[in-house]
């Protein structure tokens, strides 16, 4: 994984391991996310940029914040995963190939 359990815990504040499989979950879907807009694995980096690792814990974070709100996932929301994801382009937009 790009970001281990045990940062994103830290990143998030959180002493507790009764959430270590929602918050192990949110890092593999966060890492998703950016190979989506990266277009290419993870996997290619030889080291990966910290810069990647900011956006696999800025997605973390907002995911686990809105967990519970079903309306965070609808596509057109303001301030929903969209935006999340307009957030993340503009963070990983340096290292973004033009196609797949």
Request: hydrophobic share 40%; net charge negative; proline share 2%.
């Amino acid at each position: 994984m790009v970001v281990t359990l045990e940062e994103a815990k830290l990143y998030l504040r959180i002493d507790g391991d009764e959430e270590d499989a929602l918050i192990t979950n949110l890092i593999l879907t966060a890492q998703e996310i950016c190979e989506d807009i990266l277009r290419y694995p993870l996997s290619e980096f030889k080291e990966i940029p910290a810069v990647l690792r900011q956006a696999v814990l800025y997605c973390v974070a907002n995911m686990y914040e809105k967990r519970e709100g079903a309306h965070y996932y609808m596509k057109n929301e303001s301030g929903g995963i969209s935006e999340t994801i307009k957030v993340m382009k503009l963070i990983l937009g340096n290292l973004r190939r033009e196609s797949w």
